[in-house]
């Protein structure tokens, strides 16, 4: 270092409290930005970092290291995006690397492990135009199939290698997600079963010789069910599916005992379907009162909430606000709760936007996400001709380097899948998006036929405007709700399988109209659990406190938290009984019911088992659209804001199973999840019926479904809020203590409650064990923080952190992992 240097802090991406500090020289300071890539050693080895601060203050007490490159002469990230950062890292209590990391796609973070992907279709003459490192380090790529980034640094040196690697990712040349683009195709990695792994009975033996290699053994299987459902056992996987579904640490044991194989093949890259683009739909009187008092709420509001009953026509109101947006040049970013949906509303969306439309979420390749990002970044908000106007997606697409934003739209607002739970951070898009919003001095509509209670409490209050849409659009009907008792149907010995009389008249005459069903059931599998019938023994997964759950497809008993999978056992290991019974439904049961009672009906089935794959939800909703099934049988995927035109009836298989779930929001989520499937029947020509199967017929909440009266049920839990101290009155944080042994557990969470509750005193809750007190061979015991809204949290945060620290400093308590959660669901 000489005395001319100067200083940047860095962020990388891992999950370390504190900034880092390198020097730089003169030489470097014309590029050097906020924003920036550079390449930074750490650890004694290369890795690319984010510039957050550029300074001449020298660090106290060690020396720093050196700069060793920059990789772009522009910066990646924005001074917005960097404060945002902050902010969630800050408010949800991680890191800000932690946020790096789940904000940058991998292809754009170049960590030194990601294997290269090249384009072999580039033709001489381009490569002929490169400068001669970038001709070598091609060539190099093009001779090694199991190129890694630190390889090549290691072979041509650090200060160039990254610069180039960059430069020919966005050229679509290389990728680091095993994808590369050419003009119409794009080379993809796959694996395979190899020829001598054909026979299901030689894979099952192999599977069931996995128990000690529980990701090799979920990775089988994974693969073996899909082999199953497409009757192909030469079916090949993308490894960038496989990573998605982080399982990638599988694949390498596997090909190296013969299993599987990994090839290189072109794939077609889908080109967008060409949509003619037409008018602004027009508004109904209804629509339009709603829609100029929004305009007027937003004079006053940073933040409205629309709250509109289901078939109200709200995606109207948003195309019509987002057209408003864009004729000033500005980005919208349109937020759902589920992949699923981004189906019809993109369709929707890009009938009136066209090519201004995009799309963002974990189900597309990390090169497309790459593209998106770097389009954004280099958005000109004087192009009227510009793409990347309007972003559609989930909840990381607050991320989004965003330029010009004018309008954020967060449909579906009370659903908690915006809430993220696993890796950290563990936001909420909602409530970040509102934070987003400020830092960007834009607007946010939030909207929903079943609004949050701490929305809807807002909003009452004044933090937030309120416009409601009470009629439907052109005035049809709401569909008739009527409760089926499951209970007396079983008295009677009136049951079929899971089906009242009811719900069977129902689904007979909606068949015998030509109309189209839904029905719900929110949980995936089989059985619920399988049960010896002699003895009561339930197979338990070997890594959780919990049964497994039953898939008849393969045969299978499968743990929903780890993936754990055994055969259903030919008798009971305790009694050595054949009587093995599975218990309770799964959707794959009331889809093989309902075959039974309809053989002429055809059917789809739409939970986490179908759409694995990246476009099945589009074949599964457009099918459904197109007439081409008569019953679609789903989890709570189908209650989220799906709009098809010929569903007469809908049932709701269990209502029970949501409503007496162990949480505050148990009633408030069954009222939302109800109301919403609700809201599926009758939606083009009115009317349809709903059937709701409960064995509780009496229960009050009841009433207000049918009635469809949310100010009741606010009414009922804001009561019950206050006096038992939760939001919207109370703020909470839970601590979750999580350690592979019981007693160290118990020790580490003991310790961390008494201190705080010196502190907080009657605020601290716990320790107590969860519903589940082991996932994935970890005990986990939860403490609870509850603190009114004026009580300081990011004082009480600091504590928690001070505290926690204080105790892991402990040589016993090193390897305790603990798991924040702010505003937990």
Known sequence: MNSTSLFVDVVVPFPLASTFTYHYDTVMSAQMQVGNRIVVPFRNKPIVAIVLKLHNIKPEGYDTKAVISIVDSTPSVSDIQLNFWSWIANYYQCTIGEVMKASIPASLRLDADAKITVNEEVDEHTVSQWDSETREIYYYALGDRDLKLSKLVKEFGKEKVYQIVALLMRKHIFSCDGSV???NKRMIRVVNFTPSYHQI???????????KAPKQQELMAYMMDECRIADDWEFRFPLYEIKKRQLISGVRPLIQKGIIEQVEVLEEVVQDTEISVMSLPELSVAQDNAYKDILRNFFEKQVVLLHGVTASGKTEIYIRLISDCIKQNKQVLYLLPEIGLTTQIIRRLKSVFGKKVAIYHSRISDSERVDLWNKMYAYDSSDSAAECQIILGARSTIFLPFKRLGLIIVDEEHESSYK?????PRY????AAIVLSHIHQCKTLLGSATPSIETYYNALHGKFGLVTLTQRYNDILHPEIVLADISEARRTKAMQGAFTPILIDEIKKSLEDKKQVILFQNRRGYG?????????????????????????????LVCHYCGYKMYFPKECPSCHSREIKDIGYGTEKIESEIKELFPQAKLLRMDLDTTRKKHSFDQIIGAFERNEADILIGTQMVTKGLDFSNVAVVGIVNADAILKFPDFRAYERSFQLMLQVSGRAGRLHGGGKVVIQTSDPTNPLFSDVIKGDYPSLYQSQI??????????????????????????VDSFASQVAYILRQQFGHRILGPE???LTRVQNSYQKQIMLKCEKDYSISAAKQLIDKVISHVQSHSSNKNVSIVIDVDPL
């Open 201 to 211: 009975k030689t894979l099952e033996m192999v599977l069931r010789g996995l128990s």
């Open 420 to 424: 993220q739970y696993d890796p950290s």
């Open 181 to 183: 683009r050419g003009q």
């Open 719 to 744: 009561k019950d809020r206050e006096m038992f101290r939760y939001p919207p009155f109370y703020r909470m944080v839970s601590i979750m203590v999580k350690h592979k042994y019981q007693n160290v």
């Open 528 to 556: 619920l659990f399988v049960q010896c019938t002699k003895c009561s023994w339930t197979p338990k997964c070997l890594h959780c406190d919990v049964s497994l759950t039953y898939h008849r497809s393969d045969n299978s």
């Open 769 to 771: 064990y969860p519903l």
């Open 428 to 431: 909420n898009a909602r409530d």
